[in-house]
């Protein structure tokens, strides 16, 4: 409260000091609501937080850049649900970022301070996303995103993966679908491929890689990526990933080209590029680490998917004792259990020669164990116990 006083009265000077001043209270204000703050940021809201923090950033001229990020990350920190995001609508926020962010971008503080406006008010608001279209946000994100200097600004890559995810539980049909497609149609993905190859920060990566993600929903635009060498870049940041035992990023990549493969034909361009022992690979340098190896495993399941070639080759590269080894290793782990599971019956469902392999390794024995000891195993185990052609495997 002592904060929000000082920022009204202070709100009216426009001298050095006092745009010294007021950044500096814009910038505890962000420190007291950030993070865990949540309690904070709804007395700040209830308040007129948000309503004050628009109209000062409103006023402020875009040359006032230290006055203005403050104010725009100041105000990212209070947006925090539905009813904070709605003040923000009802007192034409939108408007007021996207004319900061358009007369701005050559400031990267404005820019990171605007788009986590943007992927703040958006999440889980349908109707705030919808603004944000309406006013060409798509465009003016493809703009900015051709300014190689800018290519860093890790909010614009959260702003895309909030605007094209469905997440607001009040609404029973998102519009996001078509979002995704208009981000692809004016060259968005192919963009972002170009920033993942031109080597992208590495704190910076993981949002690009999910933005990219958040805009492949249909086998068109899986299948664009690739051929603008989408999947080249990825396995080359695997294969650094694995190098530099950075796991955040390995398990980004990964979860990308998960998405990619969804696509038959980039399933095939994964395995001539040496797919398969990339990621055995990286799986050999995170051998302690469950969540990487669930995406390993999570790729191969859809790259053996309704291919017996795929699944023979994958037994061939190593891959059914990665799932033995996995399910030995990680018992605590039901998530690791279950990918192991649905990763067994994709290879084994089309190919009996490798349920022999598989049964001989010791593989039913495991599942059985999984079945009984994770309850969310219970499904991906039967069918696994099923595929591999064992008695009472309902049992």
Do not use: W
């Not at 948000?50 to 402020?60: M, W, Y």
């Not at 986590?116 to 109707?127: D, F, I, L, P």
């Not at 972002?192 to 086998?219: G, Q, T, Y």
């Not at 089309?350 to 392999?357: D, G, K, L």
Request: hydrophobic share 40%; proline share 2%; net charge neutral.
């Amino acid at each position: 409260m002592r904060v929000l006083d000082e920022l009204k009265a202070s709100a009216s000077g426009r001298s050095e000091d006092d745009l010294d001043k007021l950044a500096s209270l814009l910038d505890e204000l962000r420190e007291l609501c950030a993070g865990e703050g949540l309690e904070n940021a709804a007395v700040a809201v209830r308040n007129g937080a948000v309503e004050a923090l628009i109209g000062l950033c409103a006023s402020a001229g875009i040359k006032q850049e230290r006055l203005l990020a403050s104010g725009l990350k100041a105000l990212s920190s209070l947006l925090r649900d539905v009813g904070s995001t709605e003040k923000f609508r009802h007192g034409e926020g939108p408007q007021v970022v996207m004319g900061i962010l358009k007369g701005g971008s050559e400031s990267s503080d404005i820019l990171e301070g605007g788009f986590r406006v943007v992927a703040a008010a958006s999440a889980g608001n349908e109707v705030v996303k919808e603004c944000f279209m309406d006013l060409k946000v798509d465009e003016l994100i493809l703009q900015i995103m051709v300014e190689k200097s800018n290519s860093n600004v890790q909010s614009l890559y959260d702003a895309i993966r909030v605007l094209l995810t469905p997440d607001d539980n009040r609404v029973v049909a998102s519009q996001v679908y078509g979002y995704s497609r208009r981000f692809a149609e004016i060259g968005i993905a192919e963009v972002l491929v170009s920033a993942l190859r031109e080597k992208v920060a590495p704190s910076s990566l993981p949002s690009a890689c999910a933005a990219l993600k958040a805009i492949a929903v249909n086998d068109e635009i899986c299948r664009s990526i690739s051929e603008n060498g989408g999947i080249d870049v990825l396995l080359h940041c695997i294969d650094e990933a694995s190098e530099q035992k950075n796991k955040v990023i390995a398990r980004s990549c990964c979860s990308l080209l998960s998405k990619l493969a969804g696509s038959d034909a980039n399933k095939a361009t994964i395995i001539q590029r040496g797919g398969f022992d990339k990621l055995l690979k990286l799986t050999s340098r995170f051998s302690e680490d469950p969540p990487v190896i669930q995406e390993v495993m999570s790729m191969v399941t859809i790259l053996t998917l309704r291919s017996p070639e795929n699944a023979a080759r994958a037994i061939g590269a190593g891959y059914g004792t990665l799932a033995i080894q996995a399910m030995q290793k990680f018992v605590s782990s039901a998530q690791t259990q279950k990918q192991a599971c649905l990763m067994i019956r994709n290879l084994v469902v089309r190919n009996p020669e490798n349920r022999t392999i598989l049964l001989n390794d010791g593989a039913e024995k495991l599942i059985r164990k999984a079945k009984v000891m994770h309850g969310s195993c219970k499904d991906a185990a039967t069918s696994a116990l099923r595929d591999l052609g064992v008695d009472n495997y309902n049992a």
